[in-house]
């Protein structure tokens, strides 16, 4: 069979491992002149390794992108230090990534709400029953059960953070079960960074006989109506398939094939997604002089922006020349300024916020900046998400869809990416 995924990111890469190996006719069409998707990296002159657009790790229950690796045979290039992940609370940073550090942590105070806390977490990680807990809102529940208090300080800013003010009420319980079940604080990632690994991956592919068609947008698919299968629209010109395989976003999806069934096309269309904008620096000095990686910041705080990322004090600054690599960025509505904002602008809006994180800070220290948007970073799983959640196998035979929004009830990630991509593989092999 002739299968052509739509598609190079941990998705299509995965769902083409599978597919080759059952011995058909792959092609991925990438419309990037690179491969990694969402996950990809950028390198510097006199960097050794890669820097992530949007700042990635993987986490040590990661089993699916585990498992592939091992497969592709990489294992010994992944490594997992143990970075420090930091929670604001009145104008200071505290440790918060362990047990210990999460009963010392003082925006809890010493009494009910930190045994509130603690209680709640430990059920999340032990129940298996999310399907009841889609039935709610996080606020809902983490209210009733974590209690008022808990709920402003710890989950109501992880939800405006990730959501907006839009979202952050309408967002299920099975969403943050899912973050709290299956995360670690272990945290890892890819000697060389993700980038290496894609193209370790992409090569990897290749030598087994997979072509890989980078810069090569796929812009329409349809049955062809005369010999069965499918026709693509490239650049190029029109590329034939038995069976297609699309890992795009769910709006990109339904544009490239309109002839889906209204139902379908329905359904992709209703699924809400957030954006993101991350602004990479390269610094001359550390912006962190106590080594934090993660920092959790309230957007009741007053930053402009949600995440602060010190790459380098997770990886070493040697790995980049010396610099000094920190990441700022938002989830955020396609329609929000950030998306408009010229990439100095919106440095003039963050440089400020960077001298609360460190008093010594100075405009001086930036080397250089980069500035990533994409306008679908996270689906938004509302009440009862498991019923909205499209098929695989669309109705059209032949052509299945993998994405970011059907990994559902975990959240999103490249080891889920894996996962769907090759939960596809299997269905396309099935049928
Ligand atoms: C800010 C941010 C932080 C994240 N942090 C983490 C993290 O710490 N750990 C983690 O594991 N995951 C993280 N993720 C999630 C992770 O990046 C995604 O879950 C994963 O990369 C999705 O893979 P995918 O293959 O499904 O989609 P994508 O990576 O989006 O791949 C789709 C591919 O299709 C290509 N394409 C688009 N249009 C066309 C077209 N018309 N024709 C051909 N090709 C096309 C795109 O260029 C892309 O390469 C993060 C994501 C964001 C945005």
Do not use: C
């Not at 993987?58 to 498992?67: A, V």
């Not at 930053?303 to 602060?308: G, I, K, T, Y």
């Amino acid at each position: 069979m002739k299968i052509a995924i739509i598609g190079a990111g941990y998705s299509g890469m995965s769902a083409a491992w599978d597919l080759k190996k059952a011995g058909h006719d792959i092609t991925i069409y990438e419309s990037a002149d690179y491969v990694g998707g969402l996950a990809s990296g950028f390198k510097e002159p006199g960097w050794a390794w890669s820097v992530e657009k949007f700042y990635h790790h993987w986490f040590s229950s990661d089993e699916h992108m585990l498992g592939i690796i091992r497969e592709l045979g990489l294992e010994d290039k992944v490594i997992f230090p143990r970075p420090l992940t930091v929670m604001y609370h009145e104008g200071k940073f505290y440790p918060f990534d362990s047990i210990v550090n999460a009963i010392l942590f003082p925006g809890l105070g010493w009494g009910l709400n930190k045994i509130r806390f603690g209680l709640v977490g430990l059920f999340l990680r032990i129940t298996t029953n999310w399907r009841a807990l889609e039935k709610t809102t996080v606020e809902a529940w983490m209210r009733k059960w974590a209690g008022e208090k808990v709920y402003k300080l710890m989950w109501e800013p992880l939800l405006v953070g990730k959501f907006g003010e839009k979202y952050s009420k309408q967002v299920n319980m099975a969403w943050m079960w899912a973050r709290i079940h299956a995360r670690t604080t272990r945290l890892g990632t890819f000697k060389g960074g993700f980038q290496a690994f894609a193209d370790q991956f992409a090569e990897k592919l290749r030598a087994t006989g997979v072509e890989i068609r980078l810069g090569t947008p796929v812009t329409h698919i349809q049955q062809d109506a005369g010999q069965g299968g499918f026709e693509l629209s490239t650049p190029e010109g029109t590329e034939k398939a038995d069976k297609v395989l699309v890992t795009l976003s769910p709006a990109v999806a339904a544009k490239m094939v309109p002839a889906l069934p209204k139902e379908y096309l329905e359904g992709l269309l209703r699924l809400k997604s957030m954006g993101a904008v991350v602004m990479t620096l390269a610094l001359k000095e550390k912006l962190s002089e106590q080594g934090y990686y993660w920092y959790n910041i309230p957007k009741s705080a007053g930053f402009p922006f949600l995440a602060v990322v010190e790459h380098t004090n997770f990886v070493s600054p040697e790995n980049f020349g010396g610099d000094h690599i920190v990441y700022v960025g938002d989830y955020l509505e396609p329609e929000h300024e950030y998306f408009r904002l010229s990439q100095d602008e919106l440095l003039e809006r963050f440089l400020p916020s960077l001298q609360k994180l460190n008093p010594r800070f100075e405009r001086n220290w930036v080397k250089k900046t980069w500035l990533w948007r994409t306008a679908y970073a996270q689906p938004v799983p509302l009440v009862n998400h498991s019923q909205n959640i499209p098929a695989i196998q669309t109705p059209i035979n032949g052509l299945y869809f993998a994405s970011m929004s059907q990994v559902y009830p975990w959240d999103r990630g490249t080891n889920f990416a894996v996962e769907i991509g090759r939960t596809a593989a299997g269905l396309m092999l099935k049928e």
